[in-house]
């Protein structure tokens, strides 16, 4: 099982509208949990840190579900400039190594 | 705002020749590290650095990689004799501190391409 898996999308969605996904995580002992944006060909950029008791940011809200071991990231209002390639990044406990997930793709149409 | 810079953004290289790839991490930060984002796939972690030594390092660093940190300010990463697979975008991240909950700050990256 890998690391971390993501619904790869693509997710194509008119503006305004509501989109979510979701990140699985394969070691229950992960501690801290990360959305980074990337756009193509370009740095992944940290979106939002993800808390144990959820949290929002602007247009975006981020979950975290220890039990069922998954993040999620829902983004509200969606704008153009939301197109790109988000990216689950998971640290475990006992090591700082950031794990990437695939990224979920998000288009964002007018 | 302080930035990650890498040099140079991009390099071209014929197969079986030694490449450096150059990172300036934050000043303040501690920790480093080195990804690598093949063409169309996921962001792969090579190596982290930390108090001037290794810390981890995946199955894709093998012995012809290797990280230095030959001043105060530079971080580099050596491939001694690269190969065509070895093409790809490799990002250098720093980080203030090895606490968990800090995000890590990630380099333009070098775009490298074996021929």
């Known amino acids: 099982r890998k690391e971390v898996e993501q619904d790869p999308g693509p997710f194509n969605v008119p503006e305004g509208a509501t989109v979510a996904f979701n990140c699985t995580y394969s070691?229950?002992?992960?501690?801290?949990f990360f959305w980074y944006r990337q756009d193509c060909r370009k740095e992944p950029k940290l979106l939002m840190s993800?808390?144990?008791s959820g949290n929002e940011d602007g247009r975006f809200t981020a979950q975290l579900n220890r039990a069922s071991q998954y993040i999620s990231l829902l983004i509200r209002d969606s704008k153009l400039s939301d197109s790109a390639t988000y990216l689950c990044v998971v640290v475990l406990s006992n090591d700082y190594k950031l794990s990437f997930g695939a990224g979920t793709t998000v288009t964002v149409r007018a | 705002e302080p930035e990650v810079t890498q040099t140079p953004s991009h390099q071209v290289t014929q197969m079986g020749q030694e490449v450096i790839l150059r990172c300036v991490p934050i000043s303040n930060h501690l920790y480093f590290y080195w990804y690598r984002q093949i063409l169309g796939q996921k962001v792969e972690f090579l190596v982290s650095f930390y108090n001037n030594e290794i810390s981890e390092k995946s199955e894709i660093f093998d012995d012809q990689f290797s990280v230095e940190r030959p001043d105060g300010s530079n971080f580099t990463l050596k491939i001694r004799s690269t190969k065509l697979e070895d093409s790809a975008m490799y990002f250098c991240?720093?980080?203030?501190?090895?606490?968990?909950?800090?995000?890590?700050?990630f380099g333009q990256g070098t775009r490298l391409t074996v021929v």
């Open positions: 993800v808390y144990s």
């Open positions: 070691n229950s002992a992960s501690q801290s």
């Open positions: 991240a720093s980080r203030h501190y090895p606490n968990r909950v800090t995000e890590a700050f």
